[in-house]
């Protein structure tokens, strides 16, 4: 009887707790689903989401989107959570009020084998490590002062892209090709020196990569289907790529530690007081390589580095710093085609200061009012970086919306940059618009953020403008330009290359007249 009695009280006792338990848990999920609110968005379908909604790009199909589900919207990119902004006050609630929660990047599989597993900047997770490496990429490579250090750098390769365009003066040229090759010669210079015998192949594996990197990879929208990956086609060309970034790299590498060593030995021979050389820069400065292969050394990292972490850093530098600006510049010439007032307008101020001198510097750029407003026009309306993509470190929340952790989140910069909310005529190219409305580059006007905004903002800005600025002035004063026989300004096609970067989709072919002052 007892044993009864102390059965029935046990088993009354369990279930009196389970029913309080599952209460308690019913009024959560209440609360939660309450608190819990997801952006709207389009109804999904089973398994891929809103997979079908998206095209190769994806920055124009959000902005059609975005007029039917508003400025926040929730999809579901196959398993992925992915969220969408497309107005400059959440813009700022992300990447400025709630910076740190939204200051992470999701990997991709393109990105984690040719970024060296996230060591990079680009990709890196928001960390310690990408804090130290920003750093002494800011300090030695990026800075207003080193910027203003490679100025003979860039006047030597692009009085070479002059001379190269006059050797075919009359006759139809790549222009895109000839500026992306002078472009790229002068980050690779400004990077590690003259020590690139390969370069060429580094360009096309790095335009390659960036063009994958976008994340729309299968393997990337269903992370836990190991299958996906383990079979991935676009995995066994990832690492035949990665392969060959290898070899050209380890030899920069190779070089530079042979150079530096033999440096030393020449140094210590000749005295402190003769030693004028101290890295493998064109200058006998320390170019970025050697910097790096020096604080590798020293002990002195917070967090040590390696081999694979500097072939990282330095796949950053040369594929960011050679696509964005080569593309902006192709970007501005194709539209100066298209709007020959602007053109002309463009072509009589930089004569006007020039004045016939064959070596500009940065004080005659300085001068270029008009040239600065025709290339913040063109990343107004061909942002280089269409989707400014982050990541949600923890849940939270935006707009009385909740963010789960680890979503991807996109802010798109090019739609904020055309919406007539913020701009008259958005679709015209008129760069008289910047001329009294104090829009700069800086990250704190949130309808016009052509690198980015907050921590994850691109540390090369100033680098990347010097990089558009005087090749395009140059070509601006050396040249008169029209297109071949048979193609209309209408009739170019100004629509973007898919991946992160938004580069034309057709090179611009056009016909060069020396200009005779």
């Known amino acids: 009887m007892d044993l009864t009695f102390l059965f029935s009280y046990s088993t009354s006792a369990l279930f009196i707790s389970l029913i309080v338990l599952l209460f308690t848990k019913w009024k959560k999920s209440k609360a939660d689903t309450k ?121 030597d390769e692009v009085l070479k892209l002059v001379k190269s365009i006059k050797s075919s003066a009359g006759k139809p040229i790549n222009l895109t090709e000839k500026i992306f090759s002078s472009t790229s010669s002068i980050t690779a210079r400004a990077a590690f020196g003259k020590i690139c015998k390969d370069k060429d192949t580094l360009v096309k594996l790095f335009q390659e990569g960036v063009s994958l990197a976008a994340g729309f990879e299968l393997a990337d929208l269903f992370p836990s289907s190991k299958i996906l990956r383990l079979f991935s086609s676009t995995k066994v060309k990832l690492w035949a790529m990665r392969r060959k970034l290898d070899v050209i790299l380890d030899e920069i590498i190779d070089e530079h530690k042979e150079n530096l060593g033999r440096m030393s030995k020449d140094n210590e021979s000749f005295g402190q007081a003769e030693q004028t050389r101290r890295g493998n820069g064109e200058f006998g400065n320390e170019d970025l390589v050697d910097v790096f292969l020096r604080v590798k050394e020293s002990g002195e990292l917070s967090i040590p580095i390696n081999y694979d972490n500097i072939k990282a850093v330095i796949s950053d530098m040369f594929s960011a710093g050679t696509d964005t600006s080569s593309s902006t510049t192709d970007w501005a010439m194709a539209e100066l085609m298209r709007n020959p007032r602007v053109m002309e307008k463009a072509q009589s101020e930089v004569r006007e200061i020039f004045k016939g001198r064959e070596i500009i510097d940065d004080t005659d750029l300085q001068k270029l009012r008009y040239l600065k407003m025709v290339i913040k026009e063109t990343l107004r309306m061909h942002t280089a970086v269409p989707l400014l993509p982050r990541a949600s470190t923890k849940d939270s ?42 829009l700069d580059y800086a990250g704190n006007d949130f309808e016009y953020l052509p690198f980015g905004s907050g921590r994850r903002m691109c540390p090369g800005m100033t680098f990347g403008i010097a990089g558009v600025e005087l090749p395009l002035a140059q070509l601006l004063y050396n040249f008169d330009w029209k297109l071949p026989e048979g193609i209309s300004p209408d009739s170019l096609d100004m629509t973007e290359n898919s991946g992160i970067t938004a580069s034309r989709k057709e090179d611009l072919n056009v016909i060069a007249t020396p200009y005779d002052p």
Not at 71 to 76: E, F, N, S
């Open 35 to 155: 608190l819990r609110k997801l952006p709207p968005g389009p109804k999904q379908l089973p398994i891929i989401g809103h997979l079908h909604l998206v095209s190769l790009l994806p920055h124009r199909d959000f902005k059609e989107l975005a007029k039917k589900y508003g400025p926040i919207m929730h999809l579901k990119l196959g398993e992925t959570s992915a969220i969408v902004i497309s107005s400059p006050e959440i813009a700022k609630e992300v990447l400025r009020n709630q910076d740190p929660t939204f200051a992470a990047r999701s990997g991709t599989l393109s990105t984690e084998i040719l970024w060296y597993n996230h060591t990079d900047m680009a990709f890196s997770p928001y960390n310690d490590y990408w804090r130290q490496m920003r750093k002494i990429c800011v300090l030695e490579l990026l800075s207003s002062k080193q910027v203003r250090s490679f100025a003979s750098i860039r006047s």
């Open 397 to 438: 929340e935006v707009n009385g919306y909740f963010i789960p952790a680890n979503a991807k989140v996109f802010v798109n910069a090019w739609e904020m940059s055309r919406d007539p909310k913020y701009w008259t005529n958005p679709e015209s190219f008129e760069p008289e618009r910047f001329e009294n409305n104090g």
